[in-house]
């Protein structure tokens, strides 16, 4: 009963070998080699959508040599509006109000800012200006950028406004530059300037997101820019301000980073009374605007 019949086990043994897959050490270079294939062509095609986006500086056509007849844009600020005192958590006061740039040039307001490498930081910013019978020029600016994490979620240029808190006679006594602004059209402001689109042109999306490498903002001719009281930045502290008539000022482009067609027409002011209510709250009331730009 203990023998075993003849052939029978090189019988099974003929038959799993003709069955069974091929060595293990073949089916590891068959998949290595395939996954190596795969690898590189994800490298190819990555590296060539990557060098799309950072070898491209601009669209259109490249910028005339010199400007013959340039469409200068002009930046002021808009009338202050939206004025409040209000008090934080820990009984600190801030005085509060909106913020509006406007361009009142000959042409719209354009900045182009690139890197060359996602999550880099060195942004080069450009300025570009129209021409009047067509084309622009370009001019690199010391402008930076800065990253909106506060909501905002896009690009900003860095110290584009000044807002301060003045005496009477001149004495700062509170000061805020702001530190990020990106420029798009929100709120019409002079659609009968010659060359202003009666709807707004440029929005929130050139402003692009974190991992862009170029980012296209622009305000056109009789636009404006808005920023309400309630944002980040549109506040002073007015806690150790004793109460009495200040002038709230807010100045555009101030370290003349910018070509524009007029320079001194960048401010703004609105002449204020700080008092203190009876319960105890501090509180401000609008006595006289300055002139609009």
């Not at 799993?16 to 395939?34: D, F, G, H, L, V």
């Not at 001019?139 to 110290?159: C, E, M, Q, R, S």
């Not at 320079?263 to 501090?282: H, K, M, Q, V, Y």
Request: charged share 25%; proline share 8%; glycine share 10%.
């Amino acid at each position: 009963m203990g023998r075993q019949r003849r052939g029978s086990p090189r019988y099974c043994l003929s038959v799993s070998a003709e069955t069974i897959p091929p060595p293990p050490r073949r089916i590891r270079w068959s998949t290595r080699r395939r996954l190596s294939v795969l690898l590189v062509a994800v490298i190819v095609v990555t590296a060539a959508a990557i060098g799309v986006v950072v070898a491209s500086p601009g669209e259109g056509p490249p910028p005339l040599p010199v400007a013959v007849d340039p469409m200068l844009p002009d930046l002021a600020m808009g009338p202050i509006q939206d004025v409040g005192v209000g008090t934080t958590e820990v009984g600190n006061e801030r005085l509060r109000f909106a913020a509006t740039i406007v361009n009142i040039g000959d042409g719209p307001f354009l900045l182009r800012a690139d890197r060359s490498w996602p999550w880099s930081d060195d942004w080069v910013v450009r300025q570009q200006v129209e021409e009047r019978d067509g084309g622009y020029t370009e001019t690199v600016t010391p402008a930076k950028l800065i990253y909106g994490g506060d909501g905002h979620n896009h690009w900003h240029v860095k110290f584009v406004e000044a807002h301060q808190l003045e005496t009477l006679s001149g004495e700062i006594v509170g000061r805020l530059v702001k530190q990020g602004f990106c420029f798009f059209d929100t709120d019409a402001y002079a659609l009968d300037l010659p060359g202003a689109p009666q709807a707004a042109h440029w929005g929130a999306r050139g402003c692009a997101g974190n991992a862009d490498t170029r980012v296209r903002m622009g305000l056109s001719v009789g636009w404006g820019d808005k920023y309400p009281w309630h944002l980040i930045d549109e506040r002073i502290d007015v806690t150790e301000v004793p109460d009495g008539e200040y002038l709230i000022r807010q100045i555009a482009d101030p370290s003349d980073e910018f070509d524009e067609l007029d320079e001194t027409n960048n401010e703004t002011w609105l002449r204020i009374e700080l008092f203190t209510r009876s319960d105890g709250l501090r509180d401000v009331r609008t006595l006289e605007a300055g002139p609009p730009p």
